[in-house]
């Protein structure tokens, strides 16, 4: 059976809407998604934690403003239709900074994902996988027998110990580095065939 394994923050959960309240919130120029965020609040200076709060609140407080990713849907009942088998692998620690609140980051993450459609094809205690840090993800992704995979971060595809006969996608995002990844802007464009 075919494996197909999804990062979830910015890959199937989209959280341009949290950036936007939280750039509101906070008096920022406005930003359409986290790699803009994180752009504009690493480029101050001044604040070099500016970015970590901002993340504690939109991962907290900011997921209640997040949605499923245009057409993850549709690709996610594709891939079950040709008997493909589902899983996320996500970089995501159990809380956030104690500076921040102590987060708690999984926690809120599941009962998003239990209240959402996306319930219908992963389950936390069978195919939802979660890693304290980048080398646990890796080992993770690595460990799955997986055919294909899609992150929207460039550093899990260059980490040292990435299998690269996964077919692997990079979702909006570009790197030259990464000649051997299929560059996608949106999950329609991933071809199973």
């Known amino acids: 059976m ?3 394994g999804f990062d979830l923050d910015n890959t ?10 939280y750039s509101q919130q906070n008096g920022l120029s406005e930003v359409s998604s986290v790699h803009e965020l994180r752009r504009l609040l690493n480029s101050d200076i001044e604040s070099s934690t500016a970015w970590t709060s901002a993340q504690s609140w939109i991962y907290g407080v900011g997921l209640q403003y997040a949605f499923i ?6 690709l996610l009942e594709k891939l079950l239709h040709k008997d493909w088998q589902l899983s996320i692998h996500s970089h995501k620690t159990k809380f956030g900074p104690a500076a921040y609140g102590s987060v708690p980051f999984r926690e809120l993450m599941i009962d998003w994902l239990n209240s959402s459609e996306l ?3 992963f389950k936390i205690d069978s195919n939802i996988f979660f890693y304290d840090d980048l080398d646990s ?3 993770g992704i690595a460990n799955s027998d997986l055919e294909s995979y899609i ?3 460039p550093k899990v595809f ?3 110990n990435y299998p690269r006969q996964i077919r692997s996608y990079l979702y909006r995002s570009f790197d030259r580095e990464l000649d051997w990844t299929i560059n996608i802007s949106n999950l329609k464009d991933i071809r199973l065939d």
Not at 12 to 21: A, T
Not at 69 to 74: G, K, R, T, V
Request: aromatic fraction near 16%.
């Open 12 to 21: 199937l959960i989209d959280y341009s809407d949290s950036c936007r309240q």
């Open 119 to 121: 319930q219908n094809f």
């Open 137 to 139: 993800k890796v080992w």
């Open 2 to 4: 075919s494996h197909f």
């Open 69 to 74: 990713s245009h057409f993850a849907i549709n």
């Open 158 to 160: 260059k980490h040292r």
């Open 151 to 153: 992150d929207d971060l």
